[in-house]
T-cell receptor
Framework: GAGVSQTPSNKVTEKGKYVELRCDPI?????LYWYRQSLGQGPEFLIY????????DSGLPNDRFFAVRPEGSVSTLKIQRTERGDSAVYLC????????????FGEGSWLTVV | GESVGLHLPTLSVQEGDNSIINCAYS??????FIWYKQESGKGPQFIID?????DKRQGQRVTVLLNKTVKHLSLQIAATQPGDSAVYFC??????????FGTGTSLTVIP
């Protein structure tokens, strides 16, 4: 596609529920990144993929968070047993590869846990 | 962990004036830097980048300066326009290929 596409754009869920956030990167981009942004803060790194594998998942806050990219294109960020503190904008970005190319962001998925 | 900070959280400028947004970074091994603009409710938008082997790079109305000695980055916007009002972030890429962002500077352009 023309840009990074994220769905849903908004998600309201109850505490304790499971959510999935989807990212469709720019066509041909092999590197994909997930970030989380809280109000008034800069994006916080969560995980990045090079192809199908997670090259670095050191930013995932705990084992309730998991991300996959089974075919090296679309990625899904999965959050189990959501907590109110998980409320944030989840941003996805992609780049041609991970060797220092610019990363381009989607518009984000706004998650609200009530 | 990484630390990328901005000196001024808010900046107000008159339309037509030049704007300068500053950023300090902590990792001397970072080799690639990007400035992003983020408007309310939207994702960060790429503005300009610079690699560590450069001191200056110019784009359309924007210039990025890199001072590796003091680990400082700045974004200069010429003839600031109301459409430039947004939050600006600098991001540094570390040796692990992650990009780390600062808190951001909110730029307000006064017509």
């Amino acid at each position: 596609g023309a840009g990074v596409s994220q769905t849903p754009s908004n998600k309201v869920t109850e505490k304790g529920k499971y959510v999935e956030l989807r990212c469709d990167p720019i066509s041909g981009h092999t590197a994909l990144y997930w970030y989380r942004q809280s109000l008034g803060q800069g994006p916080e790194f969560l995980i990045y993929f090079q192809g199908t594998g997670a090259a670095d998942d050191s930013g995932l806050p705990n084992d309730r968070f998991f991300a996959v990219r089974p075919e090296g294109s679309v990625s899904t960020l999965k959050i189990q047993r959501t907590e109110r503190g998980d409320s944030a904008v989840y941003l996805c970005a992609s780049s041609r590869d991970s060797s220092g190319n610019t990363i381009y962001f989607g518009e984000g998925s706004w998650l609200t846990v009530v | 962990g990484e630390s990328v900070g901005l000196h001024l959280p808010t900046l107000s400028v008159q339309e037509g004036d030049n704007s300068i947004i500053n950023c300090a970074y902590s990792n001397s091994a970072s080799d690639y830097f990007i400035w992003y603009k983020q408007e309310s409710g939207k994702g960060p938008q790429f503005i300009i980048d610079i690699r560590s082997n450069m001191d200056k790079r110019q784009g359309q109305r924007v210039t990025v300066l890199l001072n590796k000695t003091v680990k400082h980055l700045s974004l200069q916007i010429a003839a600031t326009q109301p459409g430039d009002s947004a939050v600006y972030f600098c991001a540094e890429r570390n040796t692990g290929n992650q990009f780390y962002f600062g808190t951001g500077t909110s730029l307000t352009v006064i017509p």
